[in-house]
Nanobody, 128 residues
């Protein structure tokens, strides 16, 4: 049973930074991509960022583009989300996800469909 474990959430003031980490309990060589989503109460889970291991291609949602950076280490089974210039609207539970589906167009990882593995989530609160 694969487990994705997130860490690094917490409380930060607007304009601050947080670093989220996600580690898979198994080697990620079977995954083609890993990503981050977020969800607030009463809302749909929304895409934040993803990285496809092949070619290291990344994709971001418009609200976080230029502020968040996703990186990963396939050998370490880890994907990182560096969040800077945080805003109160970034407050959410952040979920790590992994995909065993290969997408020729890396932008396909910007939706939920390719992801079959999910973490339990880590809370991020940005105060104004």
């Amino acid at each position: 049973q694969v487990r994705l474990v997130e860490s690094g959430g917490g409380l930060v003031q607007a304009g601050g930074s947080l670093r989220l980490s996600c580690t898979a309990s198994t080697r990620t060589f079977s995954y083609y991509a890993m990503g981050w989503f977020r969800q607030t109460p009463g809302s749909e889970r929304e895409f934040v960022a993803a990285i496809r291991w092949s070619g290291g291609r990344t994709v971001y949602s418009d609200p976080v583009k230029g502020r968040f950076t996703i990186t990963g280490d396939n050998a370490m089974n880890t994907v990182i989300l560096q969040m800077s210039n945080l805003k109160p609207e970034d407050t959410a539970v952040y979920y790590c996800a992994a995909s065993e589906d290969f997408c020729e167009d890396y932008r396909c990882y910007g939706i939920r469909a390719p992801y079959g593995e999910w973490g339990q989530g880590t809370q991020v609160i940005v105060s104004s």
